[in-house]
């Protein structure tokens, strides 16, 4: 997919929390996250601590490296 190549994790996790058709506060909120917490991420504000990459990663059913941008494909 084109829009893969050269993403950075917070272009990535808005790519994928959009396709799902989600908001940033419900997705925080499923993934046991302060409500503000994915809008942080996805603009560089914060980085996301482990337990967060994995709630992120459980939720979107890929992998940490996927998210991290280490593997291009899932």
Do not use: H
Not at 8 to 24: D, H, I, N
Request: charged share 35%; aromatic share 6%.
């Amino acid at each position: 997919m084109a829009a893969e190549r050269n993403e950075t994790f917070p272009k990535r996790l808005q790519r994928l929390r959009e396709q799902r058709g989600v908001s940033r506060r419900v997705l925080s909120e499923l993934c046991g996250m302060n409500e503000n917490q994915v809008a942080r991420f996805e603009k560089g504000q914060r980085k996301p601590n482990q337990d967060a990459l994995c709630a992120l990663a459980d939720y979107f059913d890929v992998s940490v490296d996927y998210l991290l941008c280490r593997e291009k494909k899932l």
